[in-house]
């Protein structure tokens, strides 16, 4: 039985037709109904014949694998060290350093988002920050590390998911008890552009 009232269809049909042919606030963005977008995705799946992921989602996944291989490989007694291809041939170090000062199970992402193994020396992308970080989110995400230094930024820098900048490790302590501490960075980051908008995440899909 149908629970609308006569017409109900053509009705609706005619509302949303009205909707979508109203004038668009952006030319380049026409206005949708519900239901629209889905169908365009549910297209492009067809005329694609596969479903399109977003590039976070599938960094997320490869880390995800590498860990499960990683601990089917400890199952097999193998050894402990994380068997990967991912980083670059200077690397850096590969400890975890959220578990080392707060213990596994304080920060838990650190471990289940940031693949520390997974290295990629600055210099081995001539400083070239997009350069390296676009060749870690191919691997699955990982650590970019500048070794010891002052390292100058001329503009903003959007850091994808699962990537982490890390700097030359020093065990100087930043205070001690209320009073400031000998610590002393070995490597050193500078805005040369002015003023510091802070650190923000722009991907909305993004989990960390």
């Avoid at 380049?28 to 014949?49: E, F, H, T």
């Avoid at 590498?66 to 193998?78: E, F, S, Y």
């Avoid at 650190?110 to 390296?132: Q, T």
């Amino acid at each position: 039985s149908n629970c609308f009232a006569p017409g109900f269809e053509d009705k609706m049909q005619e509302f949303m037709d009205e909707i979508r042919g109203m004038d668009p606030s952006d030319p380049s963005l026409p206005v949708k109904v519900a239901g629209d977008l889905s169908r365009s995705r549910m297209k492009l799946a067809d005329d694609n014949g596969a479903i399109t992921y977003h590039k976070n989602m599938i960094s997320s996944l490869n880390f995800k694998a590498n860990v499960n291989a990683w601990a089917a490989h400890l199952w097999m007694g193998g050894a402990a060290d994380l068997p990967t291809t991912c980083g670059s041939s200077s690397s850096g170090p590969k400890d975890d350093p959220v578990a080392a000062l707060y213990g596994n199970l304080t920060y838990t992402w650190a471990n289940s988002i940031v693949n520390w193994s997974c290295v990629y020396n600055i210099k081995d992308y001539h400083g070239s920050f997009e350069d390296a970080q676009k060749a870690a989110v191919s691997g699955g995400g990982g650590v970019i590390y500048y070794p010891a230094g002052t390292y100058s930024f001329t503009s903003n820098i959007m850091i994808e998911s699962n990537i982490v900048i890390r700097g030359e490790p020093t065990t100087e302590p930043a205070k001690k008890d209320k009073s400031p501490g000998s610590l002393s960075p070995k490597t050193v980051f500078k805005c040369t552009f002015g003023e510091h908008f802070g650190v923000f995440n722009n991907d909305p899909k993004a989990t960390n």
